[in-house]
């Protein structure tokens, strides 16, 4: 990443604080959550620091099923197969949607400031910028 695009260490160290607060917060919900931001991760919640510094850095939360679950579908799709009507894919969509509004409600329940992060790029992520002082 350009050096230019980068937040400060303060801001970075901030975010990188509020994530390892998330974690803990629904690891205490009783859900499986991780700071990875690769893909191959663990199912569950994954909690990630953005580093930019244009406004679009931060904390991000967002689900991740089990591979298994859409095992194969990448492939059939790059070979060209429509694979929006498969099982795996609604269900995998319709997880990701309902796991997305009971983590807000989960994040906001718990104290934090949560809100809608989608994109284009990037659905069913949630943007966390404060708070998580329910627990102590």
Not at 5 to 19: F, Q, V
Not at 87 to 107: D, P, W
Request: charge should be negative.
């Amino acid at each position: 990443m350009c050096e230019e695009l980068r937040a400060d260490e303060r801001s970075i160290a901030e975010w990188n604080s509020l994530a390892d607060t998330v974690v803990r917060e629904l690891r205490l919900a009783g859900f499986t959550a991780s700071r990875d931001s690769s893909r191959d991760v663990a199912p569950g919640a994954q909690v990630v620091v953005d580093p930019l510094g244009d406004g679009g850095g931060g904390v991000f939360v967002g689900w991740s099923t089990d591979p298994a679950l859409t095992e194969g579908v990448l492939e059939r799709m790059n070979g060209g197969e429509d694979v929006r009507q498969m099982r795996e894919v609604r269900h995998s969509g319709m997880i990701a949607a309902e796991m997305h509004r009971a983590l807000l409600v989960i994040l906001n329940s718990a104290g934090f400031t949560a809100t809608d992060g989608s994109t284009d790029m990037d659905p069913f992520t949630i943007r966390v910028e404060r708070g998580g002082k329910v627990t102590s």
